[in-house]
């Protein structure tokens, strides 16, 4: 609703509104929420990102909503089988916009090594169910993956690189 | 005391083959049928033998159920294999005997088809709706002309239907909860914050490994192990290559055996250390789940070293290791050990187990009892915590595990708390394991002589067991002379864990729930397989 | 209009009050993001690890980006929610915490206005909050939410009676309602030193009341997803969370003005100790939230009838024997 009004109302102010825009994805990409949403073995992983070594609470990405209402993010984690992906999609659903996922290992991009022919319950790849805004590839990827793919996804959403500043303290 | 050979002797039209337990992994072969099972099954009982696994396997001529049954306090493993027609396999439910048959039937028959009478729920508990075939019988995918599934068994294929219209209140946990540890559905009938009933919906993240057994090579089918158990890959990898060695009669060089030895149990321990973060989570306290992370990820920059993964590992070969380890590889397993005992356990012991609010939370909480443990077939820590001493790596041997000093921790059916209790002491444990190891660990090659380069077993089947950090992993594979095994299928611990929850969780509070089920230990992509 | 008019209009009482509460919808918003800030970054430090440090000089940006995207979110309203109760929760739940500033004292003239009843305007003005949780979580058509708010009844219920009770001896001690009474009563000895069994009761009431851990049970979620506000989203969801920081922030104030003498201190402005002092107590309960796991609904109960009521009572009668002597 908040982003459609916005739109609507760009043609009309577009200079005002544009920078008003910016700032919100500015926001936006810097509160990244990702939902607790854990499937497979890179749930694990991504449990570790946002561990002491990888702290992905940094970027200010470390806040993981239980409930879908509340999440900016869903990281698909695993494989996604037939069984599960109605469940998938509805929670893709709850979610409220704007809301992006991120694939997250090779299941979750095209089935990844459970892909044989005639297989019966694998969906091949999270991105025919849901629109996939940042592919991680691995098997599972490391943290520092899903690091980057989160930071991927910021400059997918505000256009421009975020370079992180190297300091230990604070 | 408990060789019920004599008692099973009596029972008519019971073929019994003694077998070679060296190779086999089991002692005697019983050939029941549909008529005597039951029979047989009582004296199983009797003699307070589990029910380790039941299975299926179709031999296209026949399908033959296959029955494992052994014992807690005694070497002694029993195969009974019972043959049925393909084209109307039906068969007596044992469930009322042992409790764990529940789920296993329902898994034979939604998997092979074979019908069950007189149970009392036989629906889909892995499958969904969309399957209208049988997956594991060997038609599929050979042929195209799948087994379907008769019209009139169609309405098993809805695995949960709520049917009474009066106002119970159903609660549905998961499969995205963030207490079932994955994609685990439970679904709760409550009566305010009391529960009345509660029945795991699984296979919601069935990933086909028994099927990709049958398909892939031996060699290829490895990296399948280290994801089905993604905390103890490890265990898993072990388990599997010690099962194809057992059929083959390979003997892998000692100091692949200790390296082996070493890294399973440093895995065992990262396992631990994730559960105990995990259960804390689940009861509230977030820091310790960030505490038990950094002494995980000292483990992971060990294995990651030697392994080349973080998570899900594929590390062993059929006769040993693909690469040496180095001084490296050792200097640092001391170094964390030393970590681990200097500073580690003291900060748990203060920061979790003098918690009087934790204690309160997990004393007498999810208690299972040795009974109610044999009929469901625990294992691991949840059936160590009722006191039971039952190890694999005690009580079945397998590595040169028969060579090191260790205890195995009980406790003393305190439930939730005991159980966290002995994962802490099994820790320790692992830490004495992999200190004799280090110190045992000879010189030599890493990969047995002769082993040839195409796996093909001779024909037979295989039923192996290891101790994975959540209990007793069995491994049965059929093998025809093929490079690809005939038949694979896993016993995973958490499964049978988890069958005891329904049981535990009737009459208590939503809370305790969650407190019963962290307590178990579950890895969903385990027991989904 | 002029303001002179104004001032004949509404009294110099009434308008003080509008501009104290414009000051204090500032101070709440502020303490709000501020608390959030604090929060995520004292978890950070107990954790081995360094929390938001991106967004800003040391994360200090972070709760105005959380805030604006909350604010950019769509507002989600489920399917076959009671609309009027869903809608009226959020709203409500942020009044009542914004009335208790009107009379706690930041500083001997920095108060919007000393009512001689303050605190039993704070208390009754808090307890509103549970009906709103109660509408959230019963408008909200969703299983989790309703048990939540159930939960949130029960024990908000059951521990107001022990906040009360454990602050009964201060009030018969100072024979005043008013809370800056009762901070000029502590001129020379803190009631901490003389009251320290009730500085116990009221501050282990006073987590209890904010629905912080260990007592979080109408939000655990572990158990409950997300508890009361499940469905909530956007910034419907930021006013429950404005509200839960306000919250904490009132009974450390209340706790401070009853027991660690308010304002009171050497050579720092008042001002300046009180929230110094608030922020402390704010501290204690966040850490707490990070070292304690979560108690269970009927120890949660018990605790309060069975311990905490019982308590309170013989210290309030201790108190009054002591007074009477």
């Known amino acids: 609703m908040g982003e459609g009004s916005i739109h609507l109302a760009k043609e009309i102010i577009p200079v005002k509104f544009a920078a008003l825009e910016k700032l919100l994805d500015l926001a936006r990409a ?134 992180i500043t190297p300091e230990v303290d604070w | 005391m408990s060789n019920p050979i004599d008692k099973l002797g ?86 009322d005997v042992y409790r764990n048959a529940y789920f296993l039937e329902r898994e034979v028959c939604e998997f092979f088809g074979v019908f069950f009478t007189g149970h009392r729920n036989l629906t889909y508990l892995f499958l969904h709706d969309a399957i209208d075939y049988y997956p594991l019988r060997r038609d599929y995918p050979l042929r195209k002309d799948r087994v379907a599934v008769p019209e009139a068994e169609k309405a098993r294929l809805n695995s949960f239907a709520v049917t009474e219209a009066d106002d119970a209140f159903f609660v549905n946990m998961g499969p995205q909860h963030p207490s079932t540890h994955g994609v685990l559905r439970v679904i709760i009938k409550m009566d305010g914050e009391y529960i009345l009933e509660a029945e795991p919906v699984l296979g919601y993240l069935h990933r086909m490994h028994e099927k990709m057994g049958e398909n892939r090579t031996y060699q290829q089918f490895l990296p399948n192990t280290g994801r089905m158990d993604y905390l103890g890959a490890i265990s898993f990898n072990l388990g599997y290559v010690t099962a194809v060695e057992k059929l083959m009669g390979i003997a892998p060089p000692p100091r692949a055996e200790y390296i082996r030895i070493i890294t399973t149990e440093l895995n065992r321990i990262s396992s631990h250390l994730l559960w105990v973060g995990a259960y804390l989570a689940d009861l509230g306290a977030l820091t310790p789940f960030l505490f038990v992370f950094d002494d995980r990820e000292q483990i992971l920059d060990i294995l990651e070293a030697v392994t080349g993964s973080r998570l899900t590992y594929c590390y062993f070969r059929f006769g040993g290791l693909p690469e040496d380890v180095d001084e490296t590889f050792t200097e640092k397993t001391k170094r964390f050990v030393d970590r681990m005992r200097s500073e580690r356990f003291s900060l748990y012991e203060n920061l979790i187990t003098g918690n009087p609010i934790f204690i309160s939370r997990t004393k007498n909480v999810g208690v299972v009892t040795r009974e109610s443990a044999r009929k469901h077939g625990v294992t691991g820590p949840v059936l160590r915590s009722s006191g039971l001493p039952f190890d694999i790596r005690k009580v079945e041997p397998y590595s040169l595990y028969e060579g090191l000093s260790f205890d195995i921790p009980v406790g003393q059916g305190g439930g939730a708390l005991d159980m966290y209790r002995i994962r802490i002491r099994e820790m320790e444990m692992s830490l004495r394991i992999i200190e004799q190891a280090i110190a045992a660990l000879p010189a030599g090659p890493v990969m047995a002589e002769k082993v040839p380069k195409k796996i093909k077993p001779p024909a037979g089947d295989v039923y192996h067991t290891v101790e994975s950090p959540r209990g007793e992993l069995g491994v049965y594979i059929v093998s025809d002379e093929t490079e690809r095994p005939y038949r694979m299928h896993w016993r995973v611990p958490s499964y049978f864990n988890l069958m005891t929850f329904p049981e535990s969780a009737r009459g208590i509070l939503l809370a305790d729930a969650v407190a019963v089920l962290g307590s178990l230990d579950l890895v969903i992509p385990e027991i989904d397989r | 209009m002029e303001l002179t008019a104004l001032v004949e209009i509404f009294g110099r009482e009434l308008l003080g009050v509008i501009v104290g509460l414009i000051g204090v919808l500032a101070f709440v918003v502020l303490n709000a993001l501020f608390l959030t800030w604090l929060e995520r970054k004292v978890a950070g430090h107990m954790q081995r690890r360094i929390g938001p440090k991106e967004v800003g000089p040391f994360g200090l940006i972070q709760p105005l980006a959380d805030t604006l995207k909350l604010l950019g979110k769509e507002l989600l309203t489920p399917h076959d929610v009671a609309r009027p109760l869903y809608y009226l929760a959020p709203t409500l739940i942020f009044v009542p915490v914004l009335v208790s500033f009107i009379v706690i004292p930041f500083d001997r003239h920095l108060q919007v206005k000393d009512i001689n009843a303050g605190i039993l305007v704070v208390l009754a003005f808090s307890s509103l909050s549970v009906l709103s949780i109660l509408l959230a979580g019963w408008g909200s ?153 979560r108690v269970r609904f009927d120890q949660l109960l018990n605790f309060a009838w069975k311990i905490m009521i019982p308590v309170a009572f013989v210290n309030i009668i201790v108190t009054g024997g002591l007074l009477k002597l």
């Open chain 1, 30 to 163: 810097n509160s990244l929420w990702p939902m607790t949403f854990g499937l497979a073995c890179c749930a694990i992983e991504m449990m570790s990102s946002a561990m002491s070594r990888f702290d992905l609470d940094r970027f200010g990405a470390g806040v993981f909503r239980a409930t879908p209402r509340q999440a900016d993010l869903m990281i698909v984690t695993g494989t996604v089988t037939k069984k599960m992906s109605p469940v998938l999609v509805t929670l893709y659903e709850q979610m409220p916009s704007p809301k992006w996922v991120i694939a997250m290992g090779n299941c979750a991009i095209s089935g990844g090594p459970f892909l044989f022919e005639d297989q019966y319950n694998v969906i091949e790849g999270v991105d025919l169910l849901v629109p996939v805004d940042v592919y991680v590839p691995g098997c599972p990827p490391r943290p520092e993956g899903l690091l980057e793919g989160v930071l991927k996804l910021e400059e997918k959403i505000t256009g421009s690189r975020r370079f």
């Open chain 2, 10 to 95: 009596v029972i008519d039209g019971l073929e019994i083959t003694e077998t070679d337990y060296r190779t086999r992994g089991y002692h005697y072969c019983l050939g029941a049928t549909a008529g005597n099972i039951l029979l047989v099954v009582q004296v199983f009982d009797d003699y307070g033998f589990y029910l380790e696994d039941l299975t299926c396997v179709d031999r296209e001529e026949r399908l033959e159920l296959v029955y494992f049954f052994f014992h807690y306090e005694e070497r002694r493993r029993f195969k009974v294999a019972l043959a049925l027609d393909p084209a109307k396999p039906s068969c007596p439910s044992i469930s």
């Open chain 3, 141 to 293: 058509n969703n299983k989790y939410a309703l048990i939540g708010a159930i939960r949130s009844v029960a024990q908000n219920i059951a521990y107001e009676i022990p906040l009360l009770l454990s602050l009964l001896p201060i009030i018969m001690m100072t024979n005043s309602f008013s809370l800056k009474a009762i901070v000029e009563a502590q001129a020379g000895l803190w009631f901490l030193a003389l009251q320290p069994v009730a500085f116990l009761l009221f501050f282990i009431a006073a987590v209890a009341e904010t629905n912080r851990t260990p007592f979080d049970l109408p939000e655990a979620e572990s158990e409950l997803v997300a508890g009361f506000h499940t469905e909530y989203t956007g910034m419907r969801f930021a006013l429950f969370f404005l509200a839960e920081y306000t919250n904490i922030v009132i009974v450390c104030a209340i706790a401070t003005c009853f027991f660690l003498g308010g304002y009171q201190g050497p050579l720092l402005p008042g001002w300046m100790w009180f929230l110094a002092k608030t922020y402390l107590l704010v501290f204690v309960i966040i850490w707490f939230r990070w070292t304690f796991p």
